[in-house]
């Protein structure tokens, strides 16, 4: 779904309400140690990956332009 809105747009407008609300101290987000302790499994990422060959010439100009 197309909102129209750039993805800079938005990230400045989420970034402003950060600032605000934190500076205003009724919102805070916990800190890495917290969100660590807060976390009591481990999670596993598994990436399926596949290699292109990269067409490469063998024999080169000895001037290219």
Same mark, same amino acid.
């Given at each position: %779904?197309?909102w129209g809105l750039s993805e800079s747009a938005v990230? +400045?407008?989420?970034?402003?309400?950060?600032?605000? @609300?934190?500076?205003? +101290?009724? =919102?805070? @987000?916990?800190?890495?140690?917290?969100? @660590?302790?807060?976390?009591?499994?481990?999670?596993?990422?598994?990436?399926?990956? %596949?290699?292109?060959p990269i067409e490469r010439l063998f024999n080169w100009?000895?001037?290219? =332009?």
């Amino acid at each position: %779904m197309d909102w129209g809105l750039s993805e800079s747009a938005v990230c +400045r407008t989420v970034y402003k309400i950060e600032n605000i @609300l934190i500076s205003s +101290r009724k =919102f805070s @987000l916990p800190g890495k140690k917290e969100l @660590l302790k807060m976390s009591s499994h481990e999670d596993l990422v598994v990436m399926d990956v %596949m290699e292109s060959p990269i067409e490469r010439l063998f024999n080169w100009p000895k001037k290219i =332009f």
